[in-house]
């Protein structure tokens, strides 16, 4: 056979959720509804599993640089402050989509979770559920928060 050799494949990766377009970042965060404390509800789920991963809030900065850089960034109420997921426990939410409920009050980031999502070293936030009557904890830390945070 002649010809040219076909070049090497490639892994399929995940589409970056990043809009160059300022005036296409600017469409969408104009139209979510921001509560009174200029916040918006983030539900955050895995992109390819439908995993839902943890739930935040955002505020319009942090939808913009979300939008802009493709790596998820929330607002920390407790902190009053931007929070870069996996700032300092690497565990990085990269954006694939970010939708905006039909009413403008809530936003789905459909993300690629690099690690796990919780706090606690878990997957998912949502570990707790009844079983048998009793509040359980239905999945375990796949890492020590300690080793995360370096605490």
């Given at each position: ?35 009174s ?22 505020n ?48 789905l ?43």
């Amino acid at each position: 056979m002649t010809g040219t050799p076909a070049p090497p494949e490639t892994p399929p990766q995940a589409p970056t959720g990043a809009v160059a377009d300022p005036a296409a970042r600017a469409l969408l965060l104009d139209a979510i509804r921001f509560d009174s404390h200029g916040l918006v509800t983030c539900v955050a789920q895995q992109h390819d599993t439908g995993e839902v991963l943890m739930v935040a809030w955002m505020n319009r900065a942090a939808v913009a640089e979300t939008l802009t850089t493709g790596t998820v960034c929330y607002w920390s109420r407790s902190r009053a402050a931007l929070w870069r997921k996996g700032e300092s426990s690497g565990q990085v939410q990269r954006l694939v989509d970010l939708r905006l409920d039909c009413d403008g009050d809530t936003v789905l980031a459909l993300v690629d979770q690099t690690g796990v999502a919780c706090h606690t070293g878990r997957r998912t936030c949502f570990y707790r559920a009844l079983r048998d009557g009793e509040l359980a904890t239905i999945a375990a830390p796949e890492v020590d928060p300690e080793v995360l945070y370096g605490r």
